[in-house]
């Protein structure tokens, strides 16, 4: 399979709780994104990575929210201390754009859903 | 400000009837994209279509047409025939150029097409 793919599928944590979650994207695309679903709205836009850079982040990412790309390739998105309202699906996504080309279309993968109890 | 408005909830039809899912969008921006995921009940989004601003012609593929009007900034798309399938959650989502490196892809709520046999 060579779609975007994420890991765990489902995680279920207690508040305050440290969590990782890893998207490994289409092996030659150079931009991943991260969104948060909740349910019945559509995906937020939380940040993204042209290769290893993070180049824009949301307001919605708070300080407890970090994203990582160290190496161009895979993701880490970390929320600390957990809390109730961080329990949605994050998903990943990732695009090739190649230079000067700003847009192109996202594939996204299956998600990790986060319930924090 | 970019926004994207898609005002039907929930639709139900039943197969091979035709359906138009609605998006209006708001932005300042004269330069922009427009794009139709669909998500099935798996979870992972799928990208339908692209469209940017300076392209006004309405695109065919197979049974999925769109319909771009900039005049009443809408981006609806229609599905003939429809078949069970189709089954899914449709998302309208829009980027708007006005930074070159603005990723920061804006989602509708979405519309759940339930296609009944």
């Known amino acids: 399979d060579t779609g975007v793919s994420q890991d765990p599928r489902h995680k279920i944590t207690k508040r305050g709780q440290n969590v990782t979650f890893r998207c490994d994207p289409i092996s030659e695309h150079n931009r991943l994104y991260w969104y948060r679903q909740t349910l019945g709205q559509g995906p937020e836009f939380l940040t993204y990575f042209q290769n290893e850079a993070q180049l824009e982040k949301s307001r919605l990412l708070s300080d407890r929210f970090s994203a990582e790309r160290p190496k161009g390739s895979f993701s880490t998105l970390e929320i600390q201390r957990t809390e109730q309202g961080d329990s949605a699906m994050y998903l990943c996504?990732?695009?090739?754009?190649?230079?000067?080309?700003?847009?192109?279309?996202?594939?996204f993968g299956p998600g990790t859903r986060l319930t924090v109890l | 400000a970019q926004k994207v408005t898609q005002a039907q909830t929930e639709i139900s039809v039943v197969e091979k009837e035709d359906v138009t899912l609605d998006c209006v969008y708001e932005?300042?921006?004269?330069?922009?994209?427009l794009f139709w995921y669909k998500q099935p009940p798996s979870g992972e989004l799928v990208f339908l279509i692209r469209r940017n601003s300076f392209d006004e012609q309405n695109e065919i593929s197979g049974r999925y047409s769109w319909n771009f009007q900039k005049s009443t900034s809408s981006f609806n798309f229609t599905i003939t025939a429809s078949q069970v399938v189709d089954s899914a959650v449709y998302f309208c989502?829009?980027?708007?150029?006005?930074?070159?490196?603005?990723?920061?892809?804006?989602f509708g709520a979405g519309t759940r097409l339930t296609v009944k046999p």
């Open positions: 989502a829009l980027i708007a150029a006005e930074r070159y490196n603005n990723n920061d892809m804006r």
């Open positions: 996504a990732s695009s090739f754009n190649p230079m000067g080309l700003a847009y192109n279309e996202q594939f």
């Open positions: 932005t300042r921006d004269t330069t922009y994209y």
